[in-house]
């Protein structure tokens, strides 16, 4: 008992990744830990979608289940696990039950290396960034795989489309990540790094994030992957793949009930996860605005206030829109649990004040928000941009976003040489 | 870090390639026979990478299993399977392949009995970490022109591929 407890506190005085110190105890924590917060996210993030389109629609969006339709998630959760798992009956029986693990472990297994701060990650790898692309280059077999067992006309259709697609952003995509990964090799010994830690320590190195990098470079290099990455993950306003007013709903059209949450699960989790490669390569990953610049302890204490004010401004939209209900006894309850919800929020918040709790969540704090910044993005070009026709799509991969990356890669890499060898000889 | 190139770790990944390989040849659809080939695929990058070799694994994942077996399958797709079912398989030449089989079971045992004094034993010098270096300064430097004659080989390729799809250019 007492070499457990001595084997699990070992990793407390380290400062790597537990994958790096190779502590099997907390890489299982972690694996749980990031498993539980990317469903509880991709369930905010369903909420919040309906709602934030919704809005920009000038709907109302779910208000029945649960104050402001807050419970809707975990209603459309019990729904889909209750309902009848069918399987068409001239369907290709293993591949049709396989394609929709392949999506989800695809979407989740990139998280083992995404770093949400310096030692919180499950691990890093020094080819992170690259197992990265190539893990979520794996989840279009899923889609193909769905498309073909399906035996049924829309779905394949939406699978070749979706695979064409994934197929010729994926380059575009590499293009960017690799005038990205030239940056973080302007150090002195001129080696660069693919592991994720690495890119994110480099930037804090160099005093500024890749996307300021080079100016407009950096920022071309962000903007093709930004678009890339929205072609990939097969959301508006690139979602042919599963156009609803022509294809139904594309490749998983034949599925319903658990295995069609799969694919919403994965769909979701693929959005965070090019969401975090975006933050890592460009924003500066964990790392606070201006490190280097407002350096000073008390800017560290002001930015270390940051992660309990925004709970407590949740807690007080809360309450705010519980002081607004309906005053009619009907909604008694779902006053009262929109206040619940207020104060569950409110007493994070001042938890997270803790300077011990602070210090140790605010690298976390940091990159989720940059990366609920991106989900936003992805809601608003859904509400706002009319889908792409697919010979445009093709067209804006190939002959737009392709040389664009090919010109920046090579103009990076000539500005990164001439800054290496001759102002800094 | 316990060491993970055992031969616990390499009998079963090429037990999963055998395995693979076998389903390829043997499945009578072809969609079967490409997914089987993406099992063998990623076991062959699990053996890269338990040799130490991450980033050749990486670029195994994302150029055959996730680029070339998409574009295979990309194809098999809109074949006809229903046909290709029916059809009798013509991969089954019993003699050419008993011939083939035993000689190169001949070789791999001629290699096992007297691998030692034509492969002198040689402990794995380059660490995990920096692997990616290792090639670059392998790809970059030493072997700069095979590296660049290959890429024009691939750049004739292309050319070609679009000369003939395109009718006018």
Redesign the interface.
């Known amino acids: 008992m007492g070499a457990i407890i001595q084997y699990m506190e070992s990793y407390l005085s380290s400062d790597q990744t537990p994958g790096a110190a190779g502590n099997m105890f907390w890489a299982l924590v972690y694996i749980m830990l990031v498993f539980a917060g990317l469903s509880v996210a991709v369930i905010a993030m369903n909420w919040l979608e309906r709602k934030i389109l919704a809005h920009m629609q000038v709907r109302l969006g779910p208000m029945r289940v649960g104050p402001h339709g807050l419970l809707q998630p975990i209603a459309d959760a019990i729904k889909l696990l209750l309902k009848e798992d069918i399987m068409p009956a001239e369907a290709d029986g293993v591949v049709f039950w396989m394609a929709p693990f392949i999506v989800v472990l695809a979407a989740f297994t990139v998280f083992v290396v995404v770093p949400f701060g310096p030692t919180h990650a499950i691990t890093d790898m020094n080819i992170g960034i690259l197992f990265m692309l190539g893990v979520s280059s794996l989840s279009v077999l899923g889609i193909v795989m769905a498309g073909w067992a399906s035996n049924s006309h829309y779905p394949l259709i939406g699978a070749l489309r979706s695979s064409a697609q994934m197929v010729s952003y994926e380059v575009a995509m590499g293009l960017a990540v690799v005038s990205a990964i030239l940056m973080t090799s302007l150090n002195a010994e001129g080696t660069g790094t693919l592991s994720m830690i690495g890119i994110v320590q480099a930037q804090q190195a160099q005093g500024e994030w890749f996307i300021f990098k080079f100016f407009p470079l950096g920022l071309i290099a962000f903007f093709i992957f930004a678009v890339a990455m929205v072609a990939e993950t097969n959301r508006a306003p690139f979602d042919l793949a599963e156009a609803e007013s022509e294809l139904t709903a594309g490749f998983h059209t034949e599925y319903s009930g658990f295995r069609w949450s799969l694919f919403f699960l994965a769909e979701y989790s693929a959005m965070i996860a090019v969401s975090s490669i975006a933050v890592t390569l460009w924003l500066g990953g964990w790392l606070r605005p201006f490190p280097n610049l407002l350096n000073s302890s008390t800017w560290d204490l002001v930015f270390s206030l940051f992660p309990g004010i925004t709970f407590l401004l949740f807690a007080a939209m809360c309450f705010y829109n519980a002081v607004r209900m309906p005053k009619h006894p009907l909604f008694r309850i779902q006053t009262i649990g929109l206040a619940g919800f207020g104060v569950v929020l409110g007493l994070i918040g001042l938890l997270l004040f803790v300077p011990a709790v602070s210090l140790r969540v605010q690298d976390i704090f940091w990159f989720a928000a940059k990366v609920a910044g991106f989900m936003y993005l992805y809601i608003w070009y859904r509400g706002t941009f009319p889908r792409y026709r697919f010979d445009q799509l093709m067209q804006m991969g190939w002959k737009v976003l392709l040389p664009m990356g090919l010109g920046v890669l090579i103009l990076t890499a000539s500005v990164a040489l001439v800054q290496q060898k001759i102002w800094h000889p | 870090?316990?060491p993970v190139a055992t031969p616990f770790f390499f009998y079963l990944f090429a037990a999963i390639m055998l395995v693979g390989g076998i389903m390829v040849i043997t499945r009578k659809?072809p969609?079967?026979s490409a997914?089987a080939l993406?099992i063998a695929l990623l076991a062959q990058a699990s053996i890269y990478l338990m040799l130490y070799a991450?980033?050749v694994?990486?670029?195994q994942?994302?150029l055959y299993?996730?680029?070339i077996?998409?574009?295979f399958?990309?194809v098999i797709?809109?074949v006809s399977i229903d046909r290709s079912i029916r059809e009798r398989q013509f991969n089954s030449q019993r003699i050419a392949g008993l011939i083939a089989a035993t000689a190169l079971g001949g070789l791999f045992i001629a290699v096992y009995m007297k691998g030692t004094s034509v492969f002198p034993e040689h402990a794995l010098s380059t660490i995990?970490?920096d692997?990616?270096?290792q090639v670059a300064t392998m790809l970059y430097g030493q072997s700069m022109f095979p590296f660049e004659i290959a890429s024009l080989l691939l750049l004739v390729a292309i050319i070609g591929a679009v000369v003939m799809a395109k009718k006018r250019i």
Do not use: D, K, R, S
């Open positions: 870090m316990a659809n969609v079967h997914l993406i991450p980033f694994a990486g670029v994942i994302i299993a996730g680029g077996m998409v574009l399958l990309f797709m809109l995990e970490n692997n990616t270096q």
